[in-house]
């Protein structure tokens, strides 16, 4: 007989699902036939990243998974959320974007608060829930929590979002390249920040790059997209890393790994040119 923790796992659905999803506008086909499952793992969300050249759907996944339109609903297929279709946005879901997206005439404390505010939680639990995330996302509090954005460099916008996000304790956090506009420095101390703040959420994040680096140091799993129309070409299972990801870059199986990944992204794009 089974132990009933292995029964309560074993009837937990998937977090998401994707069944032979296909997206077209019109003529154009964005993504063709994706299908992948990320179980629910107790106790822990998975960090899964998603690769692929220039215009082969990622952010197309992210949105059908979010809801959001013009790229939901899918054209032809399932996609599921805990084991439901998706019919709309939920608080179950957030999204953070490359844009650096927040509201200019409210301060970062406001901004942070912002979801908060919306769910009715009263003045002063929000405020001071703001201001415990805007220290845990490495602002200065009595410095930053009433600067507005226009006051903020891009890494610090992108910590405003990102607490924006983890505040409301998300079951699923979709990153559409956040870090993409990012000088490198800024880039690799948000990709630190980045795996310890997940890891104390216990969300599961999908996240979208070009950079196959940052995909391999945050992803306990790599989706590999092809050339639009997008269809995953290759899944890998990365192990988690062990140091920050400066470091991360000079380990030898991390770099075979990089070139590994790199090899099939070149054969994409040699494709591409041939017009196969």
Known sequence: MAAPSAIVHAAMPNVVDFQNVTKRFGTVTVIRDVTFSVPDVPNKGEFVAILGPSGCGKSTVLRLIAGLRPQFPATEGVVLVGGRQVERPGPDRSMVFQDY????????EDNVAFGLECRGVPARERRERAREWIARVGLDVSRDATKFPSELSGGMRQRVAIARTLILSPRIILMDEPFGALDPT?????????????????????????????ALYLGDRVYVFSSAPGTIIREMEVPPPTHPPKEM????????????????????????????
């Open 101 to 108: 997206t927040s509201f200019d005439n409210r301060t970062v």
């Open 186 to 214: 800024t880039r690799l101390h948000m990709q630190e920040l980045l795996v310890d703040l997940w890891r104390e959420a216990q969300a599961t994040v999908f996240f979208v790059t070009h950079s196959i680096e940052e």
């Open 249 to 276: 870059l000079r380990e030898k199986a991390f770099v075979e790994r990089v070139c590994e990944i790199r090899d099939i992204m070149d054969s994409l794009a040699s494709s591409t040119r041939a017009g196969d």
